[in-house]
């Protein structure tokens, strides 16, 4: 199982991004994808999850302007945000918990992360 991550770059702050990361591989079902992101010096968090039946979760600094969405048939995550700030400068990292086959149980998979850097 491979994830695959996309769509980082350089933006000016109140500029927008659209991240992408597409799960490939032996893939069974999907529990759920995320967002996590490491700023220089600091641990890696989570922005933002969805779950298989399209539950969302966004972190309350990014309530507002990243929404985070999924197309199911591409095993593919997206994460839209708009409104950038300076402080979501960091590099962003897509997961997976997902199994393999109805034999096996749920792992968690992460890709490459993706650096997005926002200019003041």
């Known amino acids: 199982v491979q994830l695959q991550a996309s769509g980082g770059g350089l933006v000016q702050a109140g500029g927008s991004l659209r991240l992408s990361c597409t799960a490939s591989?032996?893939?069974?079902?999907?529990?759920?994808m995320g967002w996590y992101r490491q700023a220089p010096g600091k641990q890696r968090d989570l922005v933002a999850q969805?779950?298989?039946?399209?539950?969302?979760n966004h972190i309350d600094s990014v309530k507002g302007r990243f929404t985070i969405s999924k197309d199911s048939s591409k095993n593919t995550v997206y994460l839209q945000m708009n409104s950038l700030k300076p402080e979501d400068t960091a590099v962003y990292y897509c997961?997976?918990?997902?199994?393999?086959?109805?034999?096996?149980?749920?792992?968690?998979?992460w890709g490459q992360g993706t650096q997005v850097t926002v200019s003041s």
């Open positions: 997961t997976a918990q997902l199994r393999e086959s109805a034999y096996f149980s749920p792992k968690d998979y």
């Open positions: 969805i779950t298989g039946d399209g539950t969302t």
């Open positions: 591989g032996r893939i069974f079902s999907i529990n759920r």
